[in-house]
Structures are given as C-alpha cells and as structure tokens.
C-alpha cells in the first residue's frame, strides 16, 4: 500500500507573504527531493485552501481541510462545508483533531457526521483518535480508542470504510515532543485492524490506511512509522518547515516496502 504523508498546518501562515514563502520553499525542498511512490497532503487554514490548490502543480501532492460542517449549506454562521473544500479544489479533510475536541468539544458523534459528510462530497477523511494522558494512566487507552473508532465509523458501508485514513494521534504526544515505542503504535494499529476486520471484513480492514502522527519529527519518523508498521504520518510542527517536512517524506519513502 502506498504511504501518505500529511501536514497539518493548524493555525498558521498569518500574511499572504508568509503563506507564499511557504509554498515557495515548499516546492523547491520537493523539487530537491528523492520522493517517488509517496502521496503527500497539506491541510492549510481554510483561507488559503484556494491559493495552495491553485499554486500546487505536483501530482502526487494533494491538498486538504482541517475541519468542515456536516451540513452542505445554510444558516452555520462561521462553518466550512465539505461541499465547499471540493468545489475549491480539495481532496482531503481533517476529522475529529484533539485539538477541535479539546477546544470545541466534538465528539465521536459530531466526528461520525463529519465523516459522513465528507464521503457523500467526495473527499477522504483523515479521523484522528487517540487517548488522552488519563485515559492512558488509568489503563482505558484501547477502550478509549475502540470506542472513538465504532462510534466515528457508525453507519458507514464496507465501500465507503475502505476510503477512509485513521491518524492515531496519542493526545499526550501531540505538540510535547515525547512519543510512543514503535511497539505501542504497532499495538494500536493491530486493535484498529481487529475492528475493522470484525466490522468489514479483512479485505476492507487492510485497505484502511492508519497513520501515526504527534511529534513526528525527522529524527523519529522511522520509529513512528516504519517500525511500527504504520500507513504514513501526520505531522503537525514540523510541516511549518517545508525542509524538516520533507526530510520525514524521504525517510517514509525511503523505507516503504
Ligand atoms: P505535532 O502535531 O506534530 O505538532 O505534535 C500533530 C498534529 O496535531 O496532527
């Protein structure tokens, strides 16, 4: 299966002359690179989804969300609808970061409706699960994460399952610089394919790329990733700076088998 790697630019990229510097540098890093058989996507602020869709010439680079509504259209005052992102350009979208159900208090509820959204508009969901610091100290990190995955996944057909990208991201290792042992990821990953295997079927389980991402950086991507017999990564800080980014695109690359 091919690997994907995805940056999450978050909140960033404030002026339109940084948001140009960045493709700017962006594409020359990728220019420089050795990178053949990997897809690689950049979610921007919303704003600039447009602009990076219309600067972004590469093939195997796509562009993507970070949020969106579950509603099409209508009276959502400050929402983002799927349909929108699609009709921009986009081709992914971010669902259920913990960083919009800390702040915001999503759920796997408003995630599952998100997802479905997306689908039924033609983009790939990129839903994002993993255990906060007290799930994992009180032992719950599995029950926690099988739980965000039946509830985001409710109603969905085997078809539609195939298409979708789960990110593990520990909330404990989100922007803390401190990460798992491969060995844990590999465990996570082996529990998510139980499910989908008990939900799907095994054939559909293996077409569900599951990534890795929290603190991903050059320096850990073949830990995180590689070793742990992940799908790709999504990173967050790092993709801010298109060099490191792209290191973590090579080393993926380098060690897909
Ligand atoms: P980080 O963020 O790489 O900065 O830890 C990852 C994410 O939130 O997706």
């Known amino acids: 299966m091919q690997k994907i790697i995805i940056g999450n630019l978050k909140m960033n990229l404030l002026t339109i002359a940084e948001r140009d510097q960045y493709l700017e540098s962006f594409k020359k890093e990728l220019k420089k690179s050795k990178i053949s058989d990997l897809d690689v996507v950049l979610c921007p602020p919303a704003v600039h989804v447009e602009n990076f869709v219309k600067k972004n010439k590469t093939k195997n680079v796509a562009i993507g969300g970070q949020n969106i509504f579950w509603e099409d259209r209508g009276s959502y005052t400050g929402e983002i609808s799927a349909a929108m992102l699609k009709n921009l350009g986009a081709q992914y979208v971010i669902v259920g970061h913990s960083e919009r159900r800390k702040y915001f208090s999503e759920t796997n509820v408003d995630a599952n409706a998100k997802i479905k959204?997306?689908?039924?508009?033609?983009?790939?969901p990129i839903y994002c699960v993993g255990e906060t610091k007290?799930?994992?100290e009180a032992g719950n990190e599995s029950q926690v994460i099988a739980e965000q995955i039946v509830e985001g996944f409710?109603?969905?057909s085997s078809a539609k399952a195939a298409s979708i990208v789960v990110a593990y991201e520990p909330v404990w290792a989100v922007g803390s610089d401190v990460i798992p042992k491969s060995?844990?990821?590999m465990q996570v990953k082996i529990l998510l394919k139980r499910i989908f295997a008990d939900a799907y079927g095994i054939t559909v389980a293996e077409k569900i790329k599951?990534?890795?991402?929290?603190s991903v950086k050059a320096a850990s991507a073949k830990q995180?990733?590689?070793?742990?017999?992940?799908?790709g990564v999504l990173v967050g800080r790092e993709s801010l700076i298109p060099n490191e980014f792209i290191k973590i695109a090579e080393i993926i690359n380098a060690n897909q088998f």
């Open 117 to 124: 959204n997306a689908l039924k508009n033609g983009l790939v």
């Open 134 to 136: 007290e799930d994992r």
């Open 154 to 156: 409710a109603d969905i």
């Open 183 to 185: 060995d844990e990821i």
């Open 210 to 214: 599951v990534l890795y991402g929290g």
């Open 224 to 231: 995180v990733c590689t070793d742990a017999g992940m799908d």
